[in-house]
C-alpha cells in the first residue's frame, strides 16, 4: 500500500509564513514527480508548484517569488515554503506524486494526498 500525508497546515495572518511537509510511504518502488495542489470550495483543483526527482521546478504565476518547493528523496518526502501568504491563499492544499508502486506493474501511477487547510486572515 502507498499513502501520501501531507501536514503544517494551519491559521496565519496575511503576510506570514508557513511551511507544509508531504511524506510518501508504503511499497514504493520509485518516486517521479512530486507537486501541491490546491482547491478552494469555488475553485476547481489547481496546480502550485512541482519538482521533478532531478530538483527541476515550476511554479504557478499567482506563487512565484513567495512560495518554494523542495524535495527530500532520502525521505520521500516533499515540502511546499510559503510566505508572504495572502488570504486568497486560503485553500486546501494536496500533495500529489506521481510513483511507481513494488507491487505493481512497475508504472507511474498518480497518488494523492488527503489535503491539508491553510487559512489566511486578513
Known amino acids: 500500500q502507498v499513502q501520501l500525508v501531507e501536514s503544517g497546515g494551519g491559521l496565519v495572518q496575511a503576510g506570514g509564513s508557513l511551511s507544509l511537509s508531504c511524506v510518501a510511504s508504503g511499497h514504493i518502488f520509485s518516486i517521479n514527480d512530486m507537486s501541491w495542489y490546491r482547491q478552494t470550495p469555488r475553485n476547481q483543483r489547481e496546480l502550485v508548484a512541482t519538482?521533478?526527482?532531478?530538483?527541476?521546478?515550476d511554479y504557478a504565476d499567482f506563487v512565484k517569488g513567495r512560495f518554494t518547493i523542495s524535495r527530500d528523496n532520502a525521505k520521500n518526502t516533499v515540502y511546499l515554503q510559503m510566505s508572504s501568504l495572502k488570504p486568497e491563499d486560503t485553500a486546501v492544499y494536496y500533495c500529489n506524486a506521481e510513483l511507481v508502486p513494488l507491487y505493481g506493474r512497475r508504472t507511474p501511477v498518480d497518488f494523492w494526498g488527503q489535503g491539508t487547510q491553510v487559512t489566511v486572515s486578513s
Open positions: 519538482i521533478t526527482n532531478n530538483g527541476n521546478t
